[in-house]
């Protein structure tokens, strides 16, 4: 029997999820980058320990990406909640069921079978003298997908109800527990398996966070049940070609790390990874967190047939997002010296280690607005339940990645600060070439888009960035010459620069009588009430 979602708890609105996300993404983000930090002092980023570690990490990703990662959100969500939306509840929790035991099923095989190929799929990757212990590493990280896996089933139940809490506490246990592992390496004989160890124990306490939150709902997931729902089939078939484009961006990750490891002696894939890391951190805050926070109202509205309230809820978001990220990427391309020195610049990171990441971040860094609107849109499409189009429009910019990626290396002739920021250009540059063309696709789908506002409030967001970033470049010209110096003199400067920054770039959007102001005090409004 049919029953209504009314009787779950109580549904948090778009901008108070939108404020708890962010707050999590910032929480988690910072937590990151403290691992990375650790991670540089003991590992470096050059060298055979980064190296390994680097690689290692690569084959479980791959494994969890592919099999479920992002393919099952997309899918499963938009299936659960539309049930939901049908007061359904009955159906889709054993179509929860279902989609929890066939993924458990899967990925116990798909484990096996890469913890029996790990030398040969890391010969791939690697040089000789790398190769044992990415092996080691990878065997031991080869756990971590299958609690991920479970973990992002737990995610989605509770963004369906739009709960957001538990879902944002989770990634900072994963990432207090890789601290700890990687705070154990120089204590335990420099035994580098610790930090593997901390990756795939976080893994596993996220589920542990999650799972008893479920009583809240009064409902459980079932051990072999639901395996033969209509539902479950639709989410497999869903899935598929979320599948194949989730494959295409590991092939892609596996190509530039392979590129990298093997062109440059110097083992360049370490700085491409930290400053990967970096860029990820406001694509973070204000790309996933936001996009995550808008998918459950978007899949709502596509379930009701509503696609113009569809294209006015993404039109805004994506507005929200561009003023956010707009001038993220600015202050990261101004101020990227001093960020990596304040967070890396001890232990066995060297000033060489700095110019390496700082070249690989340069175009990272200013190809923000993009990685974050790339966060967004294929959402739309899943929403309508359309998953090959942003997957076929990806495999192309895939492809234009890797063979740009490779024509990087040529034009490098071996210079390996060169070769990473080439890689980096090609990467933004695929990501802006998909996401002018999956726009210009929904623009044909949906009504109330809103261009012409998308357009000028990324026009009101340029000037006042460019304005930002003239203040912030004349600070640090004149705190190069009086001001101190060394991670305690970027610390203070990074201190002053980022209120500073902040200041003019608030100041020029009033100027400029930007919207979007209204809707970043709403969401800190949101998140002042949550507090309470």
Same mark, same amino acid.
């Given at each position: 029997?049919?029953?209504?979602?009314?009787?779950?708890?109580?549904?948090?609105?778009?901008?108070?999820?939108?404020?708890?996300?962010?707050?999590?993404?910032?929480?988690?983000?910072?937590?990151?980058?403290?691992?990375?930090?650790?991670?540089?002092?003991?590992?470096?980023?050059?060298?055979?320990?980064?190296?390994?570690?680097?690689?290692?990490?690569?084959?479980?990703?791959?494994?969890?990406?592919?099999?479920?990662?992002?393919?099952?959100?997309?899918?499963?969500?938009?299936? +659960?909640?539309?049930?939901?939306?049908?007061?359904?509840?009955?159906?889709?929790?054993?179509?929860?069921?279902?989609?929890?035991?066939?993924? +458990?099923?899967?990925?116990?095989?798909?484990?096996?079978?890469?913890?029996?190929?790990?030398?040969?799929?890391?010969?791939?990757?690697?040089?000789?003298?790398?190769?044992?212990?990415?092996?080691?590493?990878? =065997?031991?990280?080869?756990?971590?997908?299958?609690?991920?896996?479970?973990?992002?089933?737990?995610?989605?139940?509770?963004?369906?109800?739009?709960?957001?809490?538990?879902?944002?506490?989770?990634?900072?246990?994963?990432?207090?527990?890789?601290?700890?592992?990687?705070?154990?390496?120089?204590?335990?004989?420099?035994?580098?398996?610790?930090?593997?160890?901390?990756?795939?124990?976080?893994?596993?306490?996220?589920?542990?966070?999650?799972?008893?939150?479920?009583?809240?709902?009064?409902?459980?997931?079932?051990?072999?049940?639901?395996?033969?729902?209509?539902?479950?089939?639709?989410?497999? =078939?869903?899935?598929?070609?979320?599948?194949?484009?989730?494959?295409?961006?590991?092939?892609?990750?596996?190509?530039?790390?392979?590129?990298?490891?093997?062109?440059?002696?110097?083992?360049?894939?370490?700085?491409?990874?930290?400053? *990967?890391?970096?860029?990820?951190?406001?694509?973070?805050?204000?790309?996933?967190?936001?996009?995550?926070?808008? +998918?459950?109202?978007?899949?709502?509205?596509?379930? =009701?047939?509503?696609?113009?309230?569809?294209?006015?809820?993404?039109?805004?978001?994506?507005?929200?997002?561009?003023? +956010?990220?707009?001038?993220?990427?600015?202050?990261?391309?101004?101020?990227?010296?001093?960020?990596?020195?304040?967070?890396?610049?001890?232990?066995?990171?060297?000033?060489?280690?700095?110019?390496?990441?700082?070249?690989?971040?340069?175009?990272?860094?200013?190809?923000?607005?993009?990685?974050? *609107?790339?966060?967004?849109?294929?959402?739309?499409?899943?929403?309508?339940?359309?998953?090959?189009?942003?997957?076929?429009?990806?495999?192309?910019?895939?492809?234009?990645?890797?063979?740009?990626?490779?024509?990087?290396?040529?034009?490098?002739?071996?210079?390996?600060?060169?070769?990473?920021?080439?890689?980096?250009?090609?990467?933004?540059?695929?990501?802006?070439?998909?996401?002018?063309?999956?726009?210009?696709?929904?623009?044909?789908?949906?009504?109330?888009?809103?261009?012409?506002?998308?357009?000028?409030?990324?026009?009101?967001?340029?000037?006042?960035?460019?304005?930002?970033?003239?203040?912030?470049?004349?600070?640090?010209?004149?705190?190069?010459?009086?001001?101190?110096?060394?991670?305690?003199?970027?610390?203070?400067?990074?201190?002053?620069?980022?209120?500073?920054?902040?200041?003019?770039?608030?100041?020029?959007?009033?100027?400029?009588?930007?919207?979007?102001?209204?809707?970043?005090?709403?969401?800190?409004?949101?998140?002042?009430?949550?507090?309470?």
């Amino acid at each position: 029997m049919a029953t209504s979602a009314a009787s779950a708890p109580r549904r948090t609105g778009l901008a108070s999820a939108a404020a708890i996300l962010m707050v999590g993404f910032v929480l988690s983000r910072l937590l990151g980058l403290l691992r990375l930090s650790l991670q540089a002092g003991v590992l470096r980023t050059v060298g055979h320990d980064a190296t390994a570690f680097t690689a290692a990490i690569t084959i479980p990703d791959t494994v969890f990406t592919v099999v479920s990662g992002g393919a099952l959100g997309s899918s499963f969500i938009p299936v +659960f909640a539309g049930l939901l939306e049908k007061g359904d509840e009955e159906e889709a929790w054993r179509v929860a069921s279902g989609v929890m035991n066939g993924v +458990f099923l899967v990925l116990l095989v798909a484990i096996g079978v890469a913890e029996l190929a790990a030398p040969w799929l890391v010969g791939f990757e690697t040089n000789a003298p790398d190769h044992d212990l990415t092996v080691t590493l990878t =065997r031991i990280m080869l756990l971590q997908p299958l609690f991920l896996a479970i973990g992002g089933i737990l995610m989605g139940l509770y963004n369906s109800y739009h709960r957001f809490i538990l879902p944002a506490i989770a990634p900072l246990v994963y990432n207090i527990a890789a601290i700890i592992g990687l705070a154990l390496v120089p204590i335990v004989h420099h035994t580098v398996a610790l930090a593997a160890w901390g990756v795939t124990i976080g893994a596993l306490l996220q589920v542990v966070v999650m799972a008893p939150g479920l009583i809240a709902f009064r409902r459980h997931v079932r051990p072999g049940a639901g395996l033969a729902a209509a539902g479950t089939r639709e989410v497999a =078939r869903l899935m598929t070609p979320r599948i194949v484009g989730q494959a295409g961006i590991q092939l892609t990750g596996v190509v530039t790390v392979a590129l990298a490891n093997k062109a440059f002696a110097e083992g360049a894939s370490g700085a491409l990874r930290l400053a *990967a890391n970096l860029m990820a951190l406001p694509v973070g805050i204000f790309g996933s967190a936001i996009a995550t926070a808008a +998918f459950p109202t978007l899949t709502g509205q596509a379930a =009701r047939g509503d696609l113009a309230a569809l294209g006015e809820t993404l039109s805004r978001t994506l507005r929200t997002m561009m003023f +956010f990220a707009i001038p993220s990427a600015v202050a990261l391309v101004v101020l990227r010296y001093p960020v990596i020195d304040v967070l890396f610049h001890r232990g066995a990171f060297q000033e060489s280690d700095t110019d390496f990441v700082a070249a690989a971040l340069l175009l990272y860094a200013a190809g923000v607005p993009v990685w974050t *609107a790339v966060e967004l849109l294929p959402r739309a499409f899943f929403a309508l339940k359309d998953t090959w189009t942003p997957v076929l429009v990806n495999l192309v910019t895939l492809a234009t990645a890797c063979a740009l990626s490779v024509l990087a290396v040529y034009l490098a002739h071996g210079n390996a600060m060169t070769g990473i920021g080439l890689i980096s250009g090609a990467l933004s540059l695929t990501v802006l070439m998909e996401v002018v063309w999956l726009g210009l696709i929904l623009r044909k789908r949906v009504v109330n888009l809103g261009l012409r506002e998308l357009g000028l409030s990324t026009l009101r967001s340029l000037v006042a960035s460019e304005a930002m970033g003239v203040a912030l470049l004349a600070l640090l010209y004149l705190w190069r010459r009086l001001g101190p110096s060394g991670v305690p003199g970027d610390t203070l400067l990074l201190i002053i620069a980022v209120p500073l920054g902040g200041a003019v770039y608030i100041g020029w959007a009033h100027l400029l009588d930007a919207p979007e102001l209204a809707t970043a005090r709403a969401l800190l409004l949101a998140r002042l009430r949550r507090s309470r």
